[in-house]
């Protein structure tokens, strides 16, 4: 069964360094999204992604934020200058083309650790 | 604005013995509901949803939610619960089209023999 993939699984990183996190969603899927959970909190919603450009995003989605398609098969998520409530784990999410009732696929998140 | 409420943090079962996760939901038209299970070290894996028709839904290893909407509730359930189905569970609410979901603070089960 196709499933979304995220890389890395864990990692590490500076306050104030860059970091990309990695995303392959599912084939013929449309749309991707980008979520978040800080420890002990709830799943929020950073971005979603069609066509090439964002459809929507959160008060969270700051300029330090960017996602980007590069290749047909990726999708990023790039952090420029981490802060340390950065740290959280970060789900992305696909569905298949537009309409009623399509469900999100989830990978299995990037646990992201801000020093 | 949407949001989800489930107001169990951690829940401990007996293997065997029957369950229920509790979500409330607060949204103003009639909402997409999602029930979805986290294992350690995976990702979010759909269990069961609800659109529209009837309000109790079946899902996948063994669970259902009933739908109410009197109550604003989407309570999971299972029968007998096994030890594989420890785990943390998340309510979710969407609305139609491919718009970002909202979710509970999710409900962490253990299973004890």
């Known amino acids: 069964e196709p499933e979304v993939t995220q890389t890395p699984s864990h990692q590490v990183t500076q306050m104030g360094q860059e970091v990309i996190l990695r995303c392959v969603p599912i084939?013929?899927?449309?749309?991707f999204y980008w979520y978040r959970q800080i420890l002990g909190q709830k799943v929020e919603f950073l971005v979603s992604?069609?066509?090439?450009?964002?459809?929507?995003k959160s008060e969270i989605f700051d300029d330090q934020f960017s996602v980007e398609r590069p290749d047909g098969s990726n999708f990023t998520l790039k952090i420029r200058s981490t802060k340390l409530e950065d740290s959280a784990m970060y789900f992305c999410?696909?569905?298949?083309?537009?309409?009623?009732?399509?469900?999100?696929?989830f990978g299995p998140g990037t646990r992201l650790l801000v020093l | 604005a949407q949001s989800v409420t489930q107001p169990d943090i951690h829940i401990t079962v007996s293997e065997g013995a029957s369950l229920e996760l509790r979500c409330n939901y607060s949204?103003?038209?009639?909402?997409?509901l999602f029930w979805y299970v986290q294992s350690p070290g995976q990702g979010l894996q759909l269990l069961l949803k609800?659109?529209?028709?009837?309000?109790l839904v079946q899902g996948i290893k063994g669970f259902e939610a009933e739908f109410k909407r009197s109550q604003s509730s989407f309570n999971l359930r299972k029968p007998s619960v096994h030890w594989s189905d420890a785990a943390e569970y998340f309510c979710?609410?969407?609305?139609?089209?491919?718009?970002?979901?909202?979710f509970g603070k999710g409900t962490r089960l253990s299973v004890i023999a």
């Open positions: 992604f069609y066509n090439n450009e964002i459809s929507e």
């Open positions: 979710a609410v969407g609305s139609p089209g491919n718009t970002p979901l909202v």
């Open positions: 949204y103003g038209a009639t909402p997409y």
């Open positions: 084939s013929n899927h449309l749309y």
């Open positions: 999410a696909s569905n298949p083309s537009g309409g009623v009732g399509k469900t999100q696929y």
């Open positions: 609800y659109f529209s028709g009837d309000t």
